[in-house]
């Protein structure tokens, strides 16, 4: 009989550019994730009942502490993420402490009881609602490794601001960073049990979601993955749990012959190969009006020549390094498929980069890969590509860039490029995905007002703004009915009652003066019955 393979009891930290070891952490068992969730159980309901002044004052402390850190967290960034530690700072660093800044400023006003006003239905007059929103309780998060600090930061600090307690999963790619969170807000104020933490893989994931406890689930990664994950919540003990989910995307970027093209050039060389393009909202499809495609093609090619793969601690170097070992390997995989199907090379080519004393555990670099006449059954038009590789395609009018971009599987972000704006609005409008930007592209995320969202198989549910304080609270409906009349709709019923009730709908929701008059004529019986129902209620009332 086979036997399985014991679970890890640590992870290790690797810096990704040369392989070195930079620390261990012990990984949590099943238990240990139960009894996380236990004490965040216990924990959250004192600091639920804190004044929301009290939350966002340690919240202040956090972006103060984070301000403070800011060196030392950049340069475990660029170990364990591989991006350079110049990306490491507006990346990851600024999304971080302006989610701070906005929540200080903006979450009262979002989480204050709401009034929806007075009840339109007549047969309701009286009646006092409010809408109160409700933290969920103890929520997961698990966070990805090619944002540890950016993406985590969202659900972490919108679900403490809102009066939730967390209990976060790191990825085991980033375990230093996720720690490093986690001590900053500790160190700020939030209490130890209101933040906890748990670290490993998947074994460790999964007794995440399915823990007694846990009230909602906040999952970035891969759609396969993200499949998982509701599977699990749907069938966690108790009750199925709601997810939010932040998955792949493969974002185009739509060129028309109006643009800047030097501004569209320098735009998609940051926004494809920034973090060497391990981000969910990279550009990974350019469409290109035809008549500027060529050139756009060159200027974007000498750009992606010139960014030379490097040490991610040096400032100096322009390309970082790849995080994960397997997401390499398939962008590799996905290159050399669309070479052998036809596909026309433009710059850089599927062979990885390895830097003079790198060690064989090194994740190392790939190029800035730029590809051309890709064949429409090449993988890498359906399959994320999370790597440095941008394919070039032209098209011929906006309908075309539009039918093309919305032809993807995935849903997440995409940018229109033009001096037109009313023209690249036209187009932006048709895009199905969950935001776009004219004449930029990704920057959305780091926006804490606006939002971020996908669609399709990028998943759904948004995060931060005002939508992402509602996804870390549930509204309840608390309505106060005046206590002087009897509802006309309580026992016993009779046939006349109907036939008032039906009489003062046809009045009350005709269309046309002539239809609502004809209902009153109708059932006038009916009416008179119901009017004098309600007054008898009136008269009766208990004194």
């Known amino acids: 009989m086979a036997t399985s393979l014991p679970s890890p009891t640590i992870v290790t930290s690797r810096d990704k550019a040369f392989g070195r070891v930079v620390d261990h952490m012990p990984v949590d068992s099943p238990a240990d994730v139960q009894a996380a969730v236990d004490r965040a159980v216990a924990a959250w309901p004192a600091w639920a009942a804190r004044p929301l002044s009290d939350r966002l004052a340690i919240i202040r402390r956090v972006r103060h502490l984070g301000v403070e850190r800011i060196d030392e967290l950049a340069r475990i960034t660029a170990l364990e993420t591989g991006k350079t530690i110049v990306e490491a700072v507006p990346m990851e660093l600024a999304v971080v402490l302006d989610t701070c800044r906005w929540l200080e400023g903006h979450a009262e006003r979002h989480l204050r009881t709401i009034d929806p006003g007075t009840p339109q239905r007549i047969l309701l007059f009286g009646r006092r609602h409010r809408i109160q929103l409700d933290p969920y309780g103890p929520i997961a998060v698990i966070a990805p490794w090619n944002y540890p600090l950016a993406v985590a930061s969202g659900p972490i600090l919108f679900g403490l601001a809102a009066g939730n307690a967390i209990v976060f999963k790191p990825s085991s790619h980033t375990p230093l960073l996720g720690q490093a969170l986690r001590d900053l807000l500790v160190d700020a104020g939030v209490p130890s049990d209101v933040i906890a933490i748990v670290h490993g893989g998947a074994t ?34 108790g009750f199925p749990r709601p997810v939010v989910l932040e998955l792949g995307g493969k974002d185009a970027m739509i060129v ?115 590809l051309a006449d890709v064949p429409a059954d090449a993988r890498l038009w359906q399959e994320e590509l999370f790597g440095p590789v941008i394919v070039i395609e032209p098209f011929d009018d906006d309908a075309e860039a539009v039918r093309l971009a919305n032809d993807s599987r995935f849903g997440l972000s995409a940018s229109v490029w033009s001096r037109d704006e009313r023209r690249a609005m036209e187009v932006a409008r048709q895009l199905d995905v969950g935001s776009v930007l004219i004449n930029d592209h ?63 709908l046809g009045f009350l929701y005709g269309i046309r003066t002539s239809d609502r008059l004809r209902a009153v004529r109708a059932d006038r019986a009916g009416l008179g019955f119901l009017a004098r129902r309600v007054m008898r209620s009136i008269v009766r009332r208990p004194r």
């Open 442 to 504: 990704l920057s959305t995320y780091g926006i804490s007002q606006v939002g971020w969202t996908g669609r399709k198989a990028s998943g759904f549910g948004v995060g931060r703004s005002r939508f992402g304080l509602w996804e870390v609270t549930r509204p309840k409906s608390i309505g106060v009915a005046p206590g002087w009349y009897r509802p006309a709709w309580w026992h016993p019923y009779d046939a006349r009652l109907g036939s008032g009730f039906r009489g003062a």
């Open 256 to 370: 028309l012959a109006d643009a800047d093209l030097d501004r569209a050039a320098a735009g998609a060389a940051w926004a494809g190969f920034g973090h060497a393009g391990q981000t969910c909202g990279s550009i990974k499809r350019i469409y290109a009006q035809r008549a500027v495609a060529a050139e756009l093609e060159r200027r974007l090619a000498d750009r992606a020549r010139a960014l030379v793969p490097g040490d991610p601690l040096d400032p100096a170097t322009q390309l970082g390094a790849m995080a994960n070992a397997d997401s390499r390997d398939v962008v590799i995989e996905l290159v050399r498929d669309a070479l052998a199907r036809g596909a026309r090379l433009v710059a850089g080519g599927p062979n990885p980069v390895r830097l003079a004393g790198g060690s064989p555990e090194a994740v190392g670099h790939l190029p800035a890969t730029i």
């Open 204 to 237: 460790v994931g999964e007794a995440l979601i399915s823990a007694r406890g846990i009230e909602k689930v906040f999952f970035t990664g891969s759609e396969p993955v993200g499949r998982r994950v509701m599977a699990l919540a749907a069938q966690a003990p």
